[in-house]
């Protein structure tokens, strides 16, 4: 393949770039406030009523103020879990060992100006069939090192013991809790109930709120709810225009959600119920934003299942509520694909990059694990180890490629000869011009497949990185955070970020260095668009992609330099016509 169809290759793959990068991810639909989405059957093991979840539940009767609740706190090396007796939740988490920026003095702590508190639970008024907050005062039942029981008393005289121990699991971030309703009299079950996810608060780095959203995972299917519903949109000349909505209202018949998740950019809070009897055979889930004092938004929602209800007519969930960093290692460790909550993106809205996600950080994950001697830059060097080794696997291809880059260069004249006589008769050119490169062991596509090697690769890292908790607040170099862009200085409102400018230079001679068989301006004016494009499309991106691009570029321009010249060949000039 000659060169311009090469760079024309490499358009293509920036155009697939920029579709991938500014396309929209698999997203709940808003559908219409009024409509339910679930409506209960009348005689029902579990869960009762109306079925459609609310958005931000009134509170029932009975209500404590929340400055007059009592605050108990459990922790450990990772976790500060604030409870309060105003429902007997989850107020706050504190990360111990996560900070909240570069300057490295306050915590990242989930729920933060929620004015509900996660785990809150949700009742179905059997009057009213509305849902309620349960917000009365909740006293302490027990408490130990390393878990807190609760016990409150519903509208209905039913009574609740709520239980929360840490330690539980194997899992430092995950929080064992158990909920149960006992019945409020004879014959009577305990009502339907769902509990609040929490929210967190945006990151810096995703400015288009691409990962600030709620997750339901049913065993197959992953669904996203961002924070676009609940914004009004006049769409794309009109179409797909649409007013925002309080709620967005989700339903799983037969499918029950395995884990509901909140999270943002490198943070989740998942709820997982342990056990198909706490999952029963259905749920439901809403999502509503929640405005913080500082003037941003999250999101929060509430998530019910159809617990089987037990012989004393009690209702019972168990589960884990994981509230940590979404670390690859950490989350793919936890059961029913709970690793999505990465939110692996997909190339063109159907195009999978999971798996190969997944292999990159795990392979990221070891080389830092080898590394780790290094120090504070020891994940900067990851990187570098990392394209290193996809160099050094993908390097007989790229020297196929270039070998054969070469070798056609020695044939310019030939082919200018070919193009210009047979300029008239596309047919004819096409049979002369296979038929020059099978005289001489030529193969015009060789050039093609080091391009699809590194797309996916390429693809790959760009949504891996995206995420990759492990590299947030970690310097190499001049980069303070490379899970951010590494931003020197801003003039005027805009950042001055080196590692783009770089990675064009580095792309632009690896492209010069790259013989071709002709040199149009058109050739010229492709090479001047890919090397402008590409830093333009990941100026913004986080560091650690434009250091692998960087790197990546360095290497090819090595091998470029090292690759040994085609030896000399005799070129045959095509026939000239008699006459």
Known sequence: MDRKNVFLGLACFGGALALYIFGTPRQAPAPAPAAPVFVAPANPPALTGSGALPGPAPAAAGTLDRAKAVREVLANDHLRVTFTTRGGAIEQVELLKEFADTDRKDKVVFNRGNPDAALTLVIENRATRAWEQVLGEFKVAAKTKDS??????????????????????????SIRFSTRLLSPGPGVAAPAFAQTLGSWHPTAGDKANQFLSVLTHDGEDTVRTGVDPFHDSNGFLGLGARRAVPTVELASAGKPYFWVASGNQFFASMIHPLGQESRGARSLVSVHPV???????????????????????????????????????????????????LQFSKLLGFIPFAAICKLLLACLGGVHALLEWSGAWSWGWAIVALTLLIKVVTWPLTAAQQRQ?????????????????????????????????QDHGINPLAGCLPILIQMPIFFGMYTAFQTTVELRLHSFLWVQDLAAPDTLFVLGGLPFNLLPILMGVTMWLSMKMTPSPSADSSQKTIILVMTLMFPLICYTMPAALTLYMTVQNLLTILQAAVTKEEPAVEVIPPKKAKG
């Open 148 to 173: 807190l029981t609760f016990v409150g008393t519903l509208p209905d005289g039913g009574k609740v013991e709520r239980t929360y121990a840490l330690g539980a699991t194997a899992e430092p971030y």
């Open 405 to 437: 880059a070469k070798k056609m260069a020695k044939f310019s004249k030939p082919l200018q000869e070919i193009n210009e006589k047979y300029k008239d008769n596309p047919e004819k050119k096409q049979k002369e011009l296979m038929k020059l490169y």
């Open 291 to 341: 405005a913080f004092p500082e003037g941003t938004q999250g999101l929060d929602g509430m998530a019910s299942w159809a617990t089987v209800v037990k012989p004393d007519l009690s209702t019972e969930l168990t589960g884990d509520f994981f509230v940590g960093p979404k670390e690859y290692a950490r989350v793919s460790a936890l059961p029913d694909n709970q690793v999505y909550v």
